[in-house]
């Protein structure tokens, strides 16, 4: 009886694991609601000796730890007052994440459902933006465009590796998947993120002749945001539009930049503490008037927000940890999840240039939830 019991609870936390990954394209109370069952059912599920060794033989799940025990010392000494300081460093809590997962999951078929989880959603959310788009339906959508961009690669990456007729489903579907990003999401980093790892597929698949098509595609885009009237309703004009007329928004995230910047360079090595970019930044420009001015919670910007709260030392072990997930990408069992790996990583890394994607609560879950599914697939010598 008691073994039942204990075989539902752990099928029940996989369960809820699969749904957290379902909920990274709805609104964040899901994935706030679906991670906490994840997290209690984990933690009442048993089997801790095997959960501890795969968490003890994982790098990435370590270095994750690593991450998340220096953002918790850098409370100890941060300017900002303990409340705003642990409350930054609850958001940052997100990196426990990877280690519970690798932990969870010894199993390739809820693998795959997980990342399939991610993926049917993600196609959900499509459907209702195109319905959205041509009129038909009115919801108020979330702007998902690094979600949409990493989900092209995956569906990309099926449409390669499927045959007939399950290969051209996942063809049309990413390249619905393509258009919106390109001409209804408006969101930049999206933009960015997608030729970037347009740029990896068609190099991994057919090595210059996909570059060749990509700088086609490309070329494609820019005529259609010149010549694309505005009555076409497509939204990539209105961002078209704001790139050059909207100075002073490019001004105040230029501001940001060098204000943090200034903050770094008052205490380089080991930084102002975990959440005192809020206070600090604040304190910096009380005095200033200037129409690029404004109070913030984080520059936009992850490597500087990491810098700034932690230091080099910090923003070094920011590198080391995806240097470390992106070496195991090559050593996960399954080849194609090493690429899906890499791919995150590279989203993430790109979009944290102009976000700080892992400080968000949504973006920030996603990278964790699926690294910590993907990590869950390594092993120390690949098959």
């Not at 809590?93 to 993600?122: E, M, T």
């Not at 108020?140 to 092209?152: D, L, P, S």
């Not at 790892?197 to 005529?223: H, K, M, N, P």
Request: aromatic residues 14%; positive net charge; glycine residues 8%.
């Amino acid at each position: 009886m008691k073994s039942t019991i204990q075989s539902f609870i752990q099928l029940s936390t996989l369960c809820f694991l699969i749904a957290a990954c379902f909920s990274i394209n709805l609104p964040v109370a899901f994935g706030s609601v679906s991670l906490g069952l994840f997290l209690i059912f984990w933690l009442i599920s048993g089997g801790y000796g095997d959960k501890l060794a795969r968490i003890k033989s994982n790098p990435g799940a370590l270095i994750a730890l690593a991450l998340l025990a220096l953002y918790a010392i850098g409370v100890t000494y941060s300017s900002a007052p303990f409340p705003v300081a642990f409350h930054y460093l609850m958001k940052y809590i997100k990196f426990l994440i990877i280690p519970l997962v690798v932990g969870a999951v010894a199993s390739d078929c809820y693998r795959k459902y997980a990342l399939n989880a991610f993926l049917v959603s993600l196609i959900g959310y499509l459907i209702i933006s195109y319905l959205n788009w041509f009129g038909l339906f009115s919801f108020g959508v979330m702007r998902h465009g690094t979600y949409m961009a990493f989900g092209a690669y995956l569906m990309l990456r099926n449409a390669h590796r499927k045959t007939g007729q399950y290969r051209l489903v996942w063809i049309v579907i990413s390249v619905l998947t393509i258009l919106n990003v390109l001409f209804i999401s408006d969101v930049r980093t999206g933009i960015i993120t997608l030729f970037v790892l347009l740029a990896v597929f068609g190099w991994e698949t057919l090595r210059a002749r996909g570059l060749f098509y990509l700088a086609c595609l490309a070329l494609v885009t820019i005529l259609i945001y010149k010549i694309i009237p505005e009555s076409s309703g497509l939204r990539v004009v209105a961002l078209n539009k704001e790139l050059s007329t909207k100075v002073s928004s490019a001004g105040a995230r230029f501001e940001m930049y060098k204000n943090t910047f200034t903050l770094i360079k008052k205490h380089p090595l080991f930084g102002g503490g975990t959440g005192s970019i809020e206070t600090e930044y604040n304190d910096l420009i009380k005095d200033k008037q200037d129409i690029y001015i404004t109070r913030v919670t984080n520059p936009h910007n992850q490597y500087l927000m990491t810098t700034q709260e932690l230091g080099l030392v910090g923003l070094l072990m920011f590198f080391a940890f995806f240097w470390t997930h992106w070496c195991q990408s090559y050593k996960l069992k399954e080849k194609e999840l090493g690429h899906a790996l890499r791919a995150l990583i590279m989203s993430t890394m790109v979009g944290s240039l102009l976000n700080s994607l892992l400080l968000d609560s949504g973006d920030g879950r996603m990278y964790c939830l699926l690294a910590g599914v993907l990590l869950s697939n390594y092993s120390r010598v690949r098959d």
